[in-house]
């Protein structure tokens, strides 16, 4: 009996240790899990590590509601090198209906190297669809960081997708070989593509970056202390021969390949429109950085100098053919190959993506069909004009894809070249762009940085002013190239220049486009020039950012000049709530005398009354109504102007016109092309007359006369629905014009007028 007792108690007591082994266990496995919960939230506590969000919410207080690429974002992706912070384009929180949201996604030619930020083919972009989307709110946000290749892309879309883009705009594929996690680069930790995304997942833990940053602390100490001379492109290099074919050159096309797809996939199943350009490169004017000849392939060198033979003979498809082979086996692999544009064409069907040709629009607009020096500042980066001919590209292919709308504003679009003439960018920019490229190609792989080594920056006098402030900005870095665009602009404004100050200042408006300060002193500047479609602009611009008086006064007083006084009423009135108790007056009475001219008396009776009380002595008299935008003609094409004019004074409209049309080279304006309409009315040329008289439409279409004169062109060219419509815009502006009845007369019954008699009317 005993011995059944005993073992009646001990098998409970063997069950608790079972369950007790189970719950020991379980705290065993979790607690290494505990511990790093624990440690993450001690660590991001106190502050330490960084935070790897690609948005954050603006520092300044006052842009609170908006976010910005977050300056720091480099540092998860670079740990070895320094690396260039993304521009600072902000975008809303909270995404307004109506707005177009754009994001844009590369490496140093999407950042704008060697330029600054006005030269950005983003900024570019960005104000090239403003012009061509008038009222449409565009949000245009660059995310490009120097030296970054596919694994950072991928890695950033995600976060650009939860931001409700409505497109995404790609050009990258040049540093897929050495830029971060590239298989030949400085620096990538792992050559394992499944190793490279764990990583980059892991690196949003702050415990993860500890690890990282003791690794990386204890590797310097054992490291050699002295770093490798020269620029960021030498220095990410660490496997520099990859050979045409190789296995790491298949790596690299194949870590492209499934990154880029799995962005694309991305926003596929999202429906955002990506637009995804092939690569352009320097094929003419740029030898191979290094010629190995493998196997049954010649060396790079062997097809450069090929090329060049058959360019010489003006076998021009041969020699494109070799300089592409030449480009293609240069073993030193910063131009991106023909492979790497394959894949773009290839993934941009897949996917349904747009694909953008900039590498067949370089080619068209070079010598030869040849891309060279003449877009390109050596090897990838392209020169001013090639920045602009990139945004062309992404233009075109947004336009022509209707994303944005089904129609853009046709009629009143400036051509690239006058776009490019009108656009923020100076002397001194060329000269910031010249000598960072000088640098650049005082390095490797440019030169054997081993021999005799140069230093640019301590051997370079420079030559005046303007050269001077580039190049402190390039090597000593004491002034920023705000400042010395600031320093140029008001020096050229104290000598009357105000044709080069202009430029200065709209350059300082395209880099920092979010201070209205910038845009008023363009405007400024545009008035003094008798440009003042453009100063409106500015001025009107300027108040997107900062209500200002002098800003809406100056607008409504060139509302005034053009007869749109509803236009001028609103300018007048938001100037009132900045205005002091004189400033208030000035625009009570630029309201009254609108309200006159409006015929609507009785609207300006307060306004009248005050003036009575206040000013009893002094009547409030309202000066005749004009119309003299004609007379403000731009100081850029002023003495042609004039010279077409003394034409037309002696009937020699043909001269006159040619002499407008060389005008119109130099500067698009609407009165010049308000000139061509009425010279080509001369000569009866109604359709060369009715072009020129709606590309300056907008313009004027509160001058009476120049109604006049297009109702008369549309009828004669028999389009009466065009003429009723316009004359509805006459009977609003001017309804006691003298011409109104005879028009009314004509129009309600068409078939009284021929292409003949189409002048009577007048």
């Not at 521009?87 to 109506?98: N, T, V």
């Not at 001379?229 to 021969?241: A, F, H, I």
């Not at 233009?395 to 046709?410: C, D, G, L, M, T």
């Not at 003495?639 to 020699?652: H, L, W």
Request: glycine residues 4%; positive net charge.
């Amino acid at each position: 009996m005993k011995v059944k007792k005993e073992v009646k108690k001990a098998q409970p007591k063997q069950q608790m240790s079972e369950s007790r082994k189970r719950i020991f266990s379980i705290i065993s496995i979790l607690l290494p899990f505990l511990f790093l919960i624990l440690l993450e939230v001690i660590l991001r506590i106190t502050g330490y590590g960084d935070n790897h969000s690609l948005f954050i919410t603006h520092p300044d207080k006052v842009f609170e509601n908006y976010y910005v690429v977050n300056p720091e974002i480099g540092k998860k992706y670079f740990q070895k090198m320094e690396y260039t912070p993304p521009a600072k384009d902000r975008f809303l929180k909270k995404k307004p209906e109506g707005v177009f949201r754009v994001f844009v996604m590369g490496s140093s030619s999407v950042v704008g190297f060697p330029y600054d930020s006005n030269i950005m083919f983003t900024r570019i972009l960005s104000e090239r669809l403003r012009e061509a989307y008038p009222g449409k709110k565009i949000e245009m946000v660059n995310t490009a960081i120097t030296a970054i290749n596919s694994f950072t892309l991928a890695d950033f879309m995600p976060q650009i997708i939860e931001q409700k883009p409505d497109a995404i705009l790609i050009y990258a594929g040049h540093n897929e070989f050495y830029g971060a996690f590239g298989v030949g680069s400085n620096e990538a930790y792992f050559h394992s593509y499944a190793l490279i995304k764990m990583h980059l997942t892991l690196m949003n833990y702050r415990v993860y970056q500890l690890v990282v940053n003791t690794m990386g602390h204890v590797t310097s100490i054992f490291s050699s202390s002295n770093q490798k001379r020269g620029t960021l492109m030498s220095r990410m290099v660490k496997d520099v021969d990859i050979v045409y074919g190789s296995k790491s050159y298949k790596e690299g096309l194949n870590n492209y390949e499934q990154n880029m797809s799995e962005l694309l996939d991305l926003a596929k199943k999202k429906n955002i429109p990506v637009f995804f350009s092939d690569m352009v490169s320097n094929l003419k004017d740029q030898k191979p950085f290094k010629s190995i000849a493998s196997g049954e392939l010649k060396g790079a060198d062997e097809y450069y100098n090929a090329a060049k033979d058959f360019e010489r003979q003006s076998n021009l498809q041969k020699a494109k053919e070799n300089y592409l082979l030449a480009r293609d086996y240069d073993c030193i692999r910063f131009r991106a190959s023909s492979d790497i544009n394959a894949i773009i064409k290839k993934l941009a069907d897949k996917y349904q993506a747009h694909f953008v040709p900039t590498y067949d629009l370089f080619n068209q607009n070079s010598p030869d069909g040849i891309v060279g020096n003449n877009l390109l500042t050596e090897h990838v980066h392209p020169n001013i004009a090639g920045y602009f001919l990139l945004s062309e590209s992404f233009y075109n292919a947004i336009v022509q894809s209707k994303v944005i709308a089904k129609n853009s504003n046709e009629d009143n679009i400036k051509s690239f070249k006058s776009f490019m003439k009108d656009y923020g960018y100076s002397r001194l920019d060329t000269l910031i762009g010249y000598h960072r490229i000088t640098n650049l190609k005082y390095h490797w792989p440019f030169r054997d940085e081993s021999k005799n080594y140069i230093d640019y920056r301590q051997i370079y006098q420079p030559k005046g002013l303007e050269d001077s402030l580039a190049f402190n900005v390039m090597a000593k870095q004491n002034i920023s190239l705000m400042a010395a665009h600031e320093i140029m602009a008001e020096k050229f404004w104290s000598r009357g220049d105000y044709f080069n100050a202009w430029k200065e200042y709209n350059s300082l408006a395209m880099i920092n486009p979010y201070r209205g300060l910038y845009f008023r002193k363009t405007a400024d500047c545009l008035l003094k020039m008798n440009d003042l479609p453009e100063a409106l602009r500015f001025f009107e611009r300027s108040t997107e950012e900062e209500e200002n008086f002098y800003a809406h006064f100056r607008a409504g007083e060139i509302c005034m000049i053009k007869n749109d006084f509803e236009r001028a009423i609103v300018h007048f009135q938001k100037a009132q709530g900045k205005a002091n108790k004189e400033e208030k007056e000035k625009t009570l009475f630029k309201i009254y005398q609108a309200l006159t001219y409006l015929n609507r008396v009785n609207d300006g009776k307060e306004i009248a009354a005050y003036f009575r009380q206040n000013y009893p002595n002094r009547p409030l008299s309202v000066p005749p109504r004009t119309n003299t935008l004609k007379d403000y003609i731009p100081v850029q094409v002023k003495s042609q102007v004039e010279q077409a004019q003394k034409y037309a004074g002696a009937n020699d409209f043909t001269k006159a016109i040619g002499v407008l049309l060389e005008a119109l080279e130099i500067k698009d304006s609407p009165v010049v092309s308000n000139l061509l309409g009425e010279y080509y009315y001369k000569i009866k040329a109604f359709d060369k007359s009715e072009q020129y008289l709606k590309r300056a439409y907008s313009e004027f279409k509160f001058d009476p006369s120049f109604l006049s004169s297009l109702i008369m062109v549309e009828m004669a060219l028999n389009n009466f629905d065009n003429a009723k419509t316009t004359f509805e815009q006459l009977r609003i502006t001017a309804p006691n014009y003298p011409s109104v009845p005879q028009f009314q007369i004509i129009l309600n019954n068409p078939g009284t007028i021929s292409r003949t008699n189409a002048g009577a009317v007048k």
